[in-house]
Nanobody
Framework: QVHVEESGGGVAQAGDSLRLSCSIT?????????MGWFRQTPGKDREYVAV???????YYTGSVEGRFTISRDKQTNTLYLEMNSLKPEDTAVYYC??????????????????WGQGTQVTVSS
């Protein structure tokens, strides 16, 4: 059974950096799966932040391009999101997701089968 668990959220000042980690276990194969980070604020739909395709191609939503970096470590089954130059509008619950399959550019919430519980990121001005 696939288990997804995020860590690394917290409170930061505008301009600071945070790194989120996501442990993905239970047999999912990193080189045959898409993985990504999504975020959600109260009253709004969950939105994609950064995703990585099964071959390692990265996609970012426009508001984080150049500030956030998604990466993965196949040895430890961990997905990362390095967040730099944080802004108050980055405040949200961040979710990690994974899905088997080789479809490119999976940026839809409905395209992911496995989700973590989320980790809160709060950025103050």
């Amino acid at each position: 059974q696939v288990h997804v668990e995020e860590s690394g959220g917290g409170v930061a000042q505008a301009g600071d950096s945070l790194r989120l980690s996501c442990s993905i276990t239970g047999g999912i194969k990193f080189d045959r799966s898409a993985m990504g980070w999504f975020r959600q604020t109260p009253g709004k739909d969950r939105e994609y932040v950064a995703v990585m395709s099964w071959i390692g191609r990265r996609y970012y939503t426009g508001s984080v391009e150049g500030r956030f970096t998604i990466s993965r470590d196949k040895q430890t089954n961990t997905l990362y999101l390095e967040m730099n130059s944080l802004k108050p509008e980055d405040t949200a619950v961040y979710y990690c997701a994974a899905d088997p399959g080789r479809l490119e550019r999976k940026i839809g919430v409905g395209q992911y089968a496995y989700w973590g519980q989320g980790t809160q990121v709060t950025v103050s001005s």
